[in-house]
């Protein structure tokens, strides 16, 4: 079967025509003309070549065949049949196929393969190896397009400026900005200030205290801490004292916390039992502190226990 192009004139050899009596004796002076060939075209209508010609002999019975632009015009499959007189039939199978595909497998074209003739999900993910795509691969005019729809200087700035727009109305309330309302909270800012100081609920200081006997207590003297009903404050309170050596049992703090002079609450709101039989000075703990409070220590040690002290350190937070 012979390839031939779509709407292209072309020279074919057809043969070799022999006597149609011994089946073998070449047949070279055949008078073979336009009537004589025959054409059918992808299944339509017999009919004879398009073009007068007579054709000439070449060799070995073949004659030499011009088959016109309107003879291939039509795709598929095209059969040529010669019967003349005094010599055996021929016959010629083609087929005629687009012209990009004949370029393709005879010239120098590339056949073209269109995206849309891709079975749909044959291109995935999976199927490009990574990197395949790169900066080579990719036109210059496709990154600017890109770049187009991404954020610009001009826009960016135009955010920018929205920011803080909303941002200053957010911060703005009844004329005063937050930084100004934040500065007047910071500590020494002219808002709230916090000072310190330490004083004693029972002895004196770590180096002065008290001599409780065994199974016996001490009442502490009822202090007010933060000199008014408005402040707020922690208490640090530690614990000083020296056991004689051996004894055995605690030393207990009561703590009584009052807002009102005189009138603590219904019972002791802390107890620490530090251990004794040792000298030294104990963290009892951080409370919060009460304008009103007083410390009662209570010796449950076999011994005397002596510089007995409940100290505290006031952190206050007042105007």
Known sequence: MIPLRQ?????????????ETDGKTIEDGLTITQPDVRLKKNGGNWAQKSAAQTLSHEEFGYYELTLSTTDTDTLGLLKIAVHESGALPVWLDAVVMPANVWDSLFGSDKLQIHADEITNGLITAAAIATNAIDADAVNADAVTKIQVGLATA???TAVAGYLDTEIAAILEDTGTALPAQIEALEVGGGGVTITRSTGALVGTSESSGVTIDTNA????????????????GYVNLYLCFTSAAGSTG???VHLYLCRVSGQPYDAPDLTFRPAANQTGKIFLGRIPATRYM??????KTSAVASGVAVLYELEKQGG
Do not use: Q, Y
Request: charged share 20%.
């Open 7 to 19: 709407s292209t004139a072309v020279d074919i050899p057809i043969g070799p025509f022999l006597d």
């Open 154 to 156: 001009a826009a960016l």
């Open 217 to 232: 207590s001490r009442t502490g003297v009822e202090t007010d801490l933060l000199g008014d009903n408005s402040s707020i």
């Open 250 to 252: 605690s030393l207990e």
């Open 294 to 299: 007083r410390a009662d220590v209570h010796n």
